[in-house]
């Protein structure tokens, strides 16, 4: 167990709709990433929070948005949500904000139908 | 551009064998290396990582080397067992910047 929790573990929607992924990192740790796997894209990175601050963007998409709250949870909203959107969502978090030693959650299945 | 890649995506061992997994990388600049361990249905699991200014570095059962001279790093496990079949990545960063993933290698131990 890595410590870090995602919820929901699966989630089925429709085109169009909008879904919210949530993400309670490691105690103490007060950096937040968001990946992105597909089969035909790998690992890509979404977007990091630091501490409830923005700290770096990476393929993340204008329909999508994330946020990092005062007890450093971080939810990411995946709006207009279209076929291309299937994939496993995962949350890692580190104690720093370097890109080191990331620790994953077990991610969030989503399925646009 | 960046890339990281794996040069096997399948690897077939026996039970108490070692196993290589090869990663090249091609940015000269990064100075950060991790591996990661995804088993089916979970996310990815640390397992060693090394900066650009070591050549090796060990953990349980594990070796990490990397040579900068040919871009090129690897992960040996030591007598590899069924419970370490799972998919590795590598991947790579640059002075801090987001970690880059490899596309991976499906390691498969048979008893």
């Known amino acids: 167990d890595s410590g870090v929790t995602q919820t929901p573990k699966h989630l089925i929607t429709a085109t169009g709709q909008r879904v919210t992924l949530r993400c309670s990192p490691r105690s103490g740790d007060l950096s937040v990433y968001w990946y992105q796997q597909s089969l035909d894209q790998g690992l890509q990175f979404l977007i990091q929070y630091y501490n409830g601050e923005e700290r770096a963007k990476g393929n993340i998409l204008e329909r999508f948005s994330a946020q990092q709250f005062p007890d450093l949870h971080s939810e990411l909203n995946l709006s207009s949500l279209e076929l291309g959107d299937s994939a496993l969502y995962f949350c890692?978090?580190?104690?720093?904000?370097?890109?080191?030693?990331?620790?994953f959650g077990s991610g969030t299945q989503l399925s646009v139908l | 551009g960046e890339s990281v890649g794996l040069h096997l995506p399948t690897l077939s061992v026996q039970e108490g064998d070692n196993s290589i997994i090869n990663c090249a990388y091609s940015n000269s600049a990064s100075d950060y290396f991790i591996w990661y361990k995804q088993e089916s249905g979970k996310g990815p699991q640390f397992i060693i990582d090394?900066?650009?200014?070591?050549d090796k570095r060990q953990g349980q059962r594990v070796t990490v080397l990397l040579n900068k001279t040919v871009k090129h790093l690897s992960l040996q496990i030591a007598a590899t067992q069924p419970g370490d079949s799972a998919v590795y990545f590598c991947a790579e960063s640059q002075a801090g910047t987001a970690l880059i993933f490899g596309k991976g290698t499906t390691l498969s131990v048979s008893s």
């Open positions: 090394i900066r650009s200014n070591m």
């Open positions: 890692a978090s580190s104690a720093a904000g370097t890109n080191e030693k990331l620790f």
